[in-house]
């Protein structure tokens, strides 16, 4: 066991360290650009305060160098540690060499070909970390990165929505339900309005209505709230089961601020 504690944290340090490089190499290159934005800003304010007011085309091919050789660095650190920030850094230094006339060459379509592929590595590692742990966030940060993926001209995988997360969330959402009809908790009950949140925002099912076994009542049936009454109780008495609070919770919003303890003297309706 102790063995196994030590190599657990030499596994963090080892982590820990390679973090740290790999910030000081970012470091580095962001302080690299700076170098050459200054150097870049002084060519061109000599060229403005010289006699004809512009930059030679030997001051102009500096310049080129200075954008394309800092470029050049964003695509190869890119592709090293494919992040969303570095990605963000990368298309920057594009956008300032496309504005200088100088996309289409090697250096500019190779920095592209670096950001299509880290935009299609994360997309992989969203799609690895919502199948391991698929929820609202996961969902969400896996469609980002689907989106930033296509914006950026890589192919489509809106197909994963369909393939993976719709299946996933509607996965959870039935194990939600089933949970809170067994223990009808609020929080299995918000775990479950959780879960049907995620799986309809992604465009996949939504719990039935009315749930099914609920037993059916005469339709226009009301209750006024006594002092003692509680939700799970109501569920029992009209529906023959505490699992069934929620319905009644539903269909009467604004009623309860907890419900654990409705508010007496306030009339509510019991659906179906």
Same mark, same amino acid.
């Given at each position: 066991?102790?063995?196994?504690?030590?190599?657990?944290?030499?596994?963090?340090?080892?982590?820990?360290?390679?973090?740290?490089?790999?910030?000081?190499?970012?470091?580095?290159?962001?302080?690299?650009?700076?170098?050459?934005?200054?150097?870049?800003?002084?060519?061109?304010?000599?060229?403005?305060?010289?006699?004809?007011?512009?930059?030679?085309?030997?001051?102009?091919?500096?310049?080129?160098?200075?954008?394309?050789?800092?470029?050049?660095?964003?695509?190869?650190?890119?592709?090293?540690?494919?992040?969303?920030?570095?990605?963000?850094?990368?298309?920057?230094?594009?956008?300032?060499?496309?504005?200088?006339?100088?996309?289409?060459?090697?250096?500019?379509?190779?920095?592209?070909?670096?950001?299509?592929?880290?935009?299609?590595?994360?997309?992989?590692?969203?799609?690895?970390?919502?199948?391991?742990?698929?929820? #609202?966030?996961?969902? /969400? !940060?896996?469609?980002?990165?689907? =989106? @930033? &993926?296509? *914006?950026?001209?890589?192919?489509?995988?809106?197909?994963?929505?369909?393939?993976?997360?719709?299946?996933?969330?509607?996965?959870?959402?039935?194990?939600?339900?089933?949970?809170?009809?067994?223990?009808?908790?609020?929080?299995?009950?918000?775990?479950?309005?959780?879960?049907?949140?995620?799986?309809?925002?992604?465009?996949?099912?939504?719990?039935?209505?009315?749930?099914?076994?609920?037993?059916?009542?005469?339709?226009?049936?009301?209750?006024?709230?006594?002092?003692?009454?509680?939700?799970?109780?109501?569920?029992?008495?009209?529906?023959?089961?505490?699992?069934?609070?929620?319905?009644?919770?539903?269909?009467? #919003?604004?009623?309860? /601020? !907890?419900?654990?303890?409705?508010? =007496? @003297? &306030?009339? *509510?309706?019991?659906?179906?």
């Amino acid at each position: 066991m102790r063995l196994m504690q030590l190599a657990r944290e030499a596994r963090r340090i080892q982590r820990g360290d390679r973090a740290a490089l790999v910030d000081r190499q970012h470091q580095s290159l962001l302080a690299a650009d700076k170098d050459a934005d200054r150097r870049a800003m002084a060519i061109m304010n000599q060229a403005a305060n010289s006699a004809q007011g512009a930059m030679t085309p030997a001051q102009f091919a500096e310049v080129q160098e200075l954008i394309l050789k800092g470029l050049k660095g964003h695509a190869e650190f890119l592709r090293r540690h494919p992040t969303r920030q570095n990605i963000t850094d990368t298309m920057d230094k594009f956008a300032r060499a496309q504005s200088m006339g100088m996309d289409g060459n090697d250096i500019s379509d190779d920095a592209m070909r670096a950001v299509q592929t880290g935009a299609k590595h994360l997309v992989r590692a969203a799609r690895t970390a919502f199948l391991k742990h698929p929820g #609202p966030k996961t969902g /969400t !940060d896996l469609i980002a990165e689907i =989106a @930033n &993926n296509e *914006i950026l001209g890589g192919e489509s995988a809106i197909g994963m929505i369909e393939r993976d997360v719709i299946p996933k969330l509607a996965e959870q959402l039935w194990q939600a339900e089933r949970l809170f009809r067994r223990v009808p908790t609020m929080e299995n009950c918000q775990a479950m309005i959780n879960a049907e949140f995620a799986s309809t925002r992604m465009g996949g099912p939504q719990l039935p209505s009315p749930p099914p076994r609920l037993r059916r009542i005469k339709a226009g049936t009301t209750r006024r709230i006594g002092p003692r009454d509680m939700l799970s109780a109501l569920s029992m008495e009209y529906y023959g089961s505490f699992g069934f609070w929620d319905v009644i919770y539903r269909d009467n #919003p604004g009623v309860f /601020t !907890d419900p654990d303890k409705p508010t =007496a @003297n &306030n009339t *509510i309706t019991i659906p179906f």
